[in-house]
């Protein structure tokens, strides 16, 4: 476990943002963002989140998305009535069930209340 630590640790230094492991992964709401909304309702898909900072998560989900493509995310944070609405977040990579969002658009709140959050974590966790 330690190796871990200090393994995920030393992976931070080359990171411009702090990412922090979920030690209790939570829910997230995405769908692919379409330039013609009105044409059909675009599908939502589920999701759960097991790293994240404030630029981007790594994300566990059945969705069929791929490198390159645009989604909207809603993350349900813990302890916080409403999501943080992501307007965009890329696909980076993905390895089986697994994504990596980069967080593209997002507004100054969400922002803030994912700082908030991921400095939370942090803390409790050093």
Known sequence: ME?????????????????VRI????A???????VRRW???TPIDLGV???LSVRGARVSTEAEI???DEITLSLRLPRQIKPAEIAVAT???TKDQFFG???????????????KYVAGMSTSAA
């Not at 030690?23 to 939570?26: C, D, G, L, Q």
Request: net charge positive; hydrophobic share 35%; aromatic share 10%.
């Open 66 to 68: 791929k490198p390159g």
């Open 39 to 41: 044409v059909r309702r």
């Open 101 to 115: 969002l980069a967080f593209t658009e997002l507004s100054p709140a969400a922002q803030s209340r994912l700082e």
């Open 91 to 93: 696909v980076q990579w």
């Open 3 to 19: 190796q871990l630590a200090s393994r995920s640790s030393g992976l931070n230094k080359f990171r411009r943002h702090s990412r």
């Open 28 to 34: 997230c709401a995405l769908s692919r963002r379409q």
């Open 23 to 26: 030690t209790a992964p939570f």
């Open 49 to 51: 989140v097991y790293d």
